[in-house]
């Protein structure tokens, strides 16, 4: 029974976070084009893309992806304990 809870809460946060990741990707690179008036840099790393633009991409979307991402792990998480009474397994404080 333990086992079937585990399962069902490792699918909902993991399709929670991809969705919320989903979301957050295209809110960041609509900013972006609106922001500097381009598409953002499909590849930071690569040496024809300038270092600030570079820098920048890569720490604006990876805070707020995985801002995003952490927040809809927390909102499914509470409604996982609003439905079943407890926290989710992985998430239950140790005994």
Not at 16 to 21: D, E, G, M, R, V
Not at 43 to 56: F, G, M, Q, S, Y
Not at 66 to 88: D, E, Q, V, W
Request: charged share 20%.
């Amino acid at each position: 029974m333990a086992s079937d809870s585990s399962k069902v809460w490792s699918i909902f946060s993991l399709i929670s976070a991809l969705a919320a990741a989903a979301v957050a990707k295209k809110v960041v690179t609509s900013t972006w084009k609106a922001t500097t008036g381009k598409q953002p840099p499909a590849n930071p790393a690569d040496p024809d893309v300038d270092l600030w633009e570079a820098v920048t991409w890569a720490a604006v979307s990876g805070t707020l992806i995985a801002l995003a991402r952490m927040l809809a792990t927390r909102k499914a998480a509470n409604y996982y304990a609003k439905s079943t009474g407890k926290l989710p397994p992985d998430l239950q404080a140790d005994a």
